[in-house]
Every structure is written in structure tokens, then in C-alpha cells.
């Protein structure tokens, strides 16, 4: 990467480094002939709390070890991943756990999660996608070669590998294959501590957990508890006496984007349940995986559909 400005700041008694401008808007700038005292043109500053430059052999150095880089946010560390070169990437996310990884690479663009997927061992991207929320694990497999996303299914253990290869047989476009597959399921003999058993157990999870989902002794959906519903009630009470209404939104697998945001506006609710033939729960699809979804079919388009417009 080349420097072109190299942004200061007094903090203290000190002049410190805190940011550098590698965009080719201020490379032409500084190179092209022009009239003097131009102004710097910001376009692509890359934040200076990871120092990838002039380190060779070693690991990527941080500026303050266990506070600069670790205090930014999953977002704010995707977008400096972004801007980073391969070996540099490569270097910081070998030094972050799996869990902060995982998070970071839920926020990156697709060609760059795809980059770093292919990039890793092969036990490293099983272990980072078996980390991350299956539906956005299962829309990151989908874009490897089939050869490489076998090699990285059987890498994972048995669980996330299950319910990733679920996934994938569903439609990228379709409810089944937006839907997060993780439940929080007890039965309709349970109680309200049982459930809350349940929902602890499932904190670790990267599932986010909407509610509980009671079904009876065949497996069909007989309400979603939200966690709310849950507060100070008696532990001892069934769930059976909190089933009513308004009674869960639902969609098939097989439903369309068109079907699914029409669902979730209509019934201007967060999630809704996706539900098979027999009525049982199979997974929930939340408004924001319905925006992923839209998100991900315009960034197919080509440049010069997204200026103009969607297409009719």
C-alpha cells in the first residue's frame, strides 16, 4: 500500500500518527501537476490503531496492544480488515479469537469474506464460519467452489455442519435459505423454568433468540413465547397457559423475498416462524435478514442498474 497523507493529531505534548490516506484520488493529487495549496482530499483513510507497515517477518504490531484494536466495534474493525492487504489481514485475524473474528466477518462484504474464507486453512474457515450466525455462514459457503465448501463442511463438527448443509439445500432467494435455524424448542409440557433453562443454555449461541417456541408432542408449532412474555412469571408455571394469542406469523421454505417482506410488513412484526408441510418449526427469519437478502440480490446487479434504479 502506498501513503499518500498522513494525518496528525496533539492529543497531549505529543504529535501523533493516527491515520493514512492509501487512496489513488490522493496519490494523482500529490503526483499530477496542479495548482498550489490544494487541499487534502480524504477518501480512504485507514485508522492507524493496527500499523501494517514496514513489518516483515513478524506479526502485525498493534499500536495499544489489548485496547486500541480490540475497543473498535465489529463494523469499524470489517471495514479496516477491508483496507488492509492480504498478509496484514491474514496476521490480525489469526491474533483475534474466533468469536470476535466470526463477528467482524458478519459485517464485511461478501468478496472480501469470500477472500479471507479461501485464504485460511481449511480448519481455520470451518472454525470461523461454525462461529458465525448459520445464515450468514450458509450465504458465505454459497459463494465457494463446491470442492472447497465440502472440504470446509466436513472440517466442522457434526452440529453446525447439519444445519449449515440444511440450509444450503434450500433457494439463496428463498425463506429456507434466509431463516436462522436455531430455535429455542420445548414442548408443551413444559414449564416457564424450563424454558428459561432453555433460553441460558442457548446464550452462547451466535443465534440471536427471539422467544421460545412451544410445540406440541408431535412437533407443530403451538405459539413463540417472546423472552418478554417470560419476566416474573412463576417458574413453575406450564407453558401451555401462556399459549394464546396473537398467535405466530409464519411462512413454508419455499416462500419468496416478495412473500416474506409482504408477511413481515403486513404484520409489522420482527420476525416470523417458517414452518414445513406437518406445521413444525424448522427456523425464524428477523426483519434484518430479510434486508441482507434484498441487500445481497441488488449487489448483483450491474453498476448500471444500481445508478438508475431497480428494475421493473
Request: charged fraction near 25%.
Amino acid at each position: 500500500m502506498r501513503a499518500a497523507d498522513l494525518y496528525l493529531a496533539s492529543p497531549g505534548e505529543v504529535w501523533r500518527l493516527v491515520g493514512v490516506d492509501v487512496s489513488l484520488v490522493s496519490c494523482l493529487r500529490r503526483a499530477l501537476p496542479g495548482r498550489p495549496g490544494r487541499h487534502a482530499s480524504p477518501a480512504k483513510v485507514l485508522d492507524w490503531a493496527v500499523q501494517p507497515f514496514g513489518i516483515t517477518g513478524g506479526p502485525v504490531r498493534l499500536n495499544r496492544p489489548n485496547s486500541g484494536v480490540h475497543r473498535l466495534r465489529p463494523a469499524e474493525m470489517a471495514d479496516l480488515l477491508e483496507d488492509l492487504g492480504r498478509a496484514e489481514r491474514r496476521e490480525l485475524l489469526a491474533a483475534l479469537a474466533t468469536e470476535v473474528a466470526a463477528d467482524v466477518l458478519e459485517e464485511m462484504n461478501a468478496p472480501d469474506v469470500l477472500a479471507v474464507l479461501r485464504d485460511a486453512p481449511v480448519e481455520r474457515a470451518a472454525e470461523l464460519l461454525a462461529s458465525m450466525e448459520r445464515d450468514e455462514a450458509a450465504d458465505a459457503l454459497r459463494d465457494l467452489p463446491e470442492i472447497e465448501r465440502e472440504d470446509v463442511l466436513r472440517a466442522m463438527p457434526g452440529e453446525p455442519s447439519r444445519e449449515l448443509r440444511a440450509l444450503l439445500a434450500y433457494g439463496e432467494e428463498t425463506a429456507g435459505g434466509v431463516m436462522t435455524s436455531g430455535l429455542v424448542v420445548v414442548g408443551s409440557t413444559s414449564t416457564v423454568g424450563d424454558a428459561v433453562a432453555a433460553l441460558r443454555a442457548a446464550a452462547g449461541r451466535s443465534d440471536q433468540q427471539a422467544g421460545v417456541v412451544v410445540v406440541d408432542q408431535d412437533g407443530r408449532l403451538l405459539d413463540d413465547v417472546t423472552v418478554f412474555e417470560l419476566l416474573g412469571v412463576d417458574p413453575g408455571r406450564p407453558m401451555t397457559e401462556l399459549v394464546g394469542p396473537p398467535w405466530p406469523v409464519t411462512v413454508r421454505p419455499e416462500a419468496d423475498l416478495r412473500a416474506m417482506v409482504a408477511t413481515i410488513t403486513d404484520n409489522r412484526g420482527s420476525s416470523v416462524l417458517v414452518v414445513n408441510v406437518q406445521g413444525q418449526p424448522i427456523g425464524r427469519i428477523l426483519a434484518d435478514d430479510v434486508i441482507d437478502a434484498l441487500t445481497r440480490r441488488d449487489d448483483r446487479r450491474w453498476p448500471w442498474q444500481r445508478r438508475i434504479g431497480p428494475s421493473s
